[in-house]
C-alpha cells in the first residue's frame, strides 16, 4: 500500500506522524441450518438453504452460497434463504459465507447433502421426416452430438464412454437429408454405426424430463430399418421399443426422457445399425419442481 500526500497551494506536503490501531470491527458469524447435514434430496426439484447470519457490531451486508466451491448466488436481506434451482445428482459439499458493511468475512462449517434422481422413464413422442438435416432452429436447443463432428451438451447430460464406430457418408454435401453443420450451412452425412447393434448410455441429472430427437439416415438408400429400445440402465426394464423404418430421407424419432437411460439401435434389415445424431430439447410440459422450505419460528409482536 502507498500514500500520497500532495499539496494542494504553494507550501509543500507535510505530513506529522502515521499511527496504527487494532481493528476493532468484529467478523460475523454464519451457521447453514438447511438442509442438515447427510440430508438426502430425490430431484428434480428446488433446494432451500437457509442460514442464520449474525454480526455483532454491525450488520450483514450479504451471505454467499457454495456447492463444491462453485458459488450459487447470494442473498442480500433477512432471513438470508437461497433457493438452489437446477440442482444435479449426487454428493454436494455446501458452504455460506457472510460479509459485513466492512466486508469481513465469515464461513459456515460444511454440510454434506445427497441428490437423487428419479426412476428412468422414456415416451415416444413422434416421428418427423419433414424437417430432414435442417436440424439448427428445429432441433438441439439444449445440445446436440453429431456423429463424426460436434458435440455441444448441457451441464445435466453426459453421454456413456462407450460409443460405436463412426463413419463419413459426405464431408460436404447439398443434399438436404444431411444435416447441417454445427458452425456454417453447409452440410455432411456420416453415422454411428456397428454391424448388428449398439448401445448408447444418455444420462440426464437434473430429473427432470429432456426430449432427445434421434436422427436416422439411410444415405445409401440400402433398406436399412432398424430397432431402438430404451432401458433403464439401473434396473435393465424396457422403457420404450420403436421401429425404425423409412429412413432414406432422413426421420427424427422424438422421445421424452428422464434419468438415467440406454437406448439400444439394433439392425432389422439393411447393412447394419446406424444413427446420425442426438439432440436434446426442453421439454414444454414439464411440471412444477416442489420446494422443500425450512421451518421458521413465527414472529409474535407484544
Known amino acids: 500500500m502507498k500514500i500520497r500526500v500532495t499539496a494542494t497551494g504553494e507550501e509543500s506536503a507535510v505530513l506529522s506522524g502515521i499511527f496504527f490501531d487494532t481493528e476493532t470491527n468484529a467478523p460475523p458469524a454464519v451457521t447453514i441450518t438447511h438442509p442438515l447435514e ?23 451486508c450479504k451471505v454467499e452460497y457454495f456447492a463444491d466451491e462453485t458459488r450459487l448466488g447470494e442473498a442480500t436481506n433477512p432471513p438470508y434463504d437461497f433457493v438452489w434451482t437446477n440442482a444435479l445428482v449426487g454428493t454436494h459439499v455446501l458452504k455460506a459465507r457472510a460479509l459485513d458493511e466492512f466486508l469481513a468475512e465469515a464461513f459456515s462449517e460444511s454440510v454434506t447433502i445427497t441428490n437423487t434422481l428419479p426412476s428412468a422413464n422414456a415416451v415416444f413422442l413422434y416421428a418427423d421426416e419433414t424437417t430432414q438435416g435442417t436440424w439448427r432452429g428445429n432441433y438441439g436447443l439444449d445440445g446436440f452430438i453429431l456423429a463424426n463432428h460436434a458435440t455441444n451438451v448441457p ?27 454445427a458452425e456454417s450451412d453447409d452440410r455432411f452425412a456420416a453415422t454411428w454405426f456397428e454391424t448388428e447393434s449398439f448401445t448408447l448410455e444418455l444420462r440426464f441429472g437434473d430429473g427432470k424430463n429432456h426430449r432427445a430427437a434421434l436422427y436416422f439416415l439411410d444415405w445409401e438408400r440400402g433398406g436399412r430399418n432398424l430397432t431402438a429400445t430404451f432401458s433403464d440402465a439401473v434396473t435393465g426394464r424396457v422403457l420404450d421399443t420403436q421401429q425404425v423404418t423409412n429412413i432414406a430421407n432422413g ?5 421424452n426422457l428422464r434419468g438415467h437411460v440406454t437406448v439400444q439401435i439394433k439392425r432389422a434389415s439393411g447393412a447394419n445399425a446406424v444413427l446420425s445424431a442426438i439432440f436434446l430439447d426442453p421439454d414444454t410440459n414439464e411440471p412444477p419442481a416442489i420446494r422443500l422450505v425450512p421451518y421458521r419460528k413465527p414472529i409474535i409482536l407484544a
Open 38 to 60: 447427510g440430508s438426502s434430496f430425490s430431484l428434480p426439484g428446488d433446494i432451500v438453504i437457509a442460514t442464520e447470519a449474525d454480526d455483532s457490531d454491525g450488520t450483514i
Open 155 to 181: 451441464s445435466f447430460f453426459s453421454l456413456g464412454s462407450e460409443t460405436p464406430r463412426g463413419f463419413a457418408w459426405a464431408n460436404s454435401t447439398m443434399d438436404t437429408r444431411a444435416l447441417q453443420l
Open 251 to 255: 426421420k427424427y424419432f422424438v422421445w
